[in-house]
């Protein structure tokens, strides 16, 4: 049984830090990609960050230049650094694992709130 644990949200001001941590765990065979999602009250589910297996990262818009995607393999954990960090990226913050045969996978969110 595959699972994904997410952990370091918390409350922050505006401007701070937050690193975001994904434990994957479980039996796979082979992974495609990590993403980051988040969802705010009221509001769809959106990507916010992806890192392939072969290790290319990708960002949305309102991620870039502010959010580091990563992966630790020995640690089988990938991370999302966000810096800068405003009140809009207020949300719950979730993993998702995609294998190679598309199934997916996905972690139960961490809340991640920025104060103004």
């Known amino acids: 049984q595959v699972q994904l644990v997410e952990s370091g949200g918390g409350l922050v001001q505006a401007g701070g830090s937050l690193r975001l941590s994904c434990a994957v765990s479980?039996?796979?065979?082979?992974?495609?990609?990590v993403d980051w999602y988040r969802q705010a009250p009221g509001k769809q589910r959106e990507l916010v960050a992806l890192i392939t297996s072969g290790g290319r990262t990708n960002y949305a818009d309102s991620a870039k230049g502010r959010f580091t995607i990563s992966r630790d393999n020995a640690k089988n954990t990938v991370y999302l650094q966000m810096n800068s960090l405003k009140p809009e990226d207020t949300a719950v913050y979730y993993c998702?694992?995609?294998?190679?045969?598309?199934?997916?996978?996905w972690g139960q969110g961490t809340q991640v709130t920025v104060s103004s």
């Open positions: 998702c694992l995609v294998t190679a045969d598309t199934n997916t996978y």
């Open positions: 479980g039996s796979i065979f082979s992974i495609n990609r």
